[in-house]
């Protein structure tokens, strides 16, 4: 479980997520599939998703939204490599709020989300 606030008040709002997750390991290689909930305020969702009326167009309507929640998976892998090295991978897809998706500034259902890193042990 992670919650999150804007400690910085720029946009006010919060955001939480619920993740269930189990790692396997195979010799050298970590693999850690995981399916998670996200939940966004409507404070948040109107600042990342939303269109105020003062920044309303023709082609970019006024769109007000409530609080979201969307559906994640993905999966995570670790493998140990030779001289204390290892290599991270992390792969995930979102499936955004139908609240989200109706919004005029986006057009896609999902995110795609992915993350790869080299590190050595000194």
């Not at 290689?29 to 009326?53: K, M």
């Not at 309303?56 to 007000?64: V, W």
């Not at 792969?91 to 005029?104: I, R």
Request: aromatic letters at 12%; a negative charge; hydrophobic letters at 40%.
């Amino acid at each position: 479980l992670r919650a999150a606030t804007d400690a910085l008040d720029k946009t006010g709002g919060n955001t939480a997520k619920i993740q269930l997750s189990k790692s396997f390991q195979a010799g050298s290689v970590r693999l850690t599939p995981n399916l998670a909930l996200n939940w966004q305020d409507s404070t948040l969702s109107n600042y990342e998703y939303g269109v105020p009326a003062a920044n309303a167009t023709k082609d970019r309507p006024f769109y007000h939204l409530n609080d979201t929640l969307s559906h994640e998976t993905g999966f995570n892998a670790m493998i140990e490599l030779p001289r204390n090295w290892s290599f991270v991978f992390q792969f995930g897809a979102e499936l955004l709020d139908e609240a989200v998706t109706d919004s005029p500034l986006i057009n896609k259902d999902y995110v795609f989300k992915g993350f790869m890193a080299l590190s050595c042990k000194v």
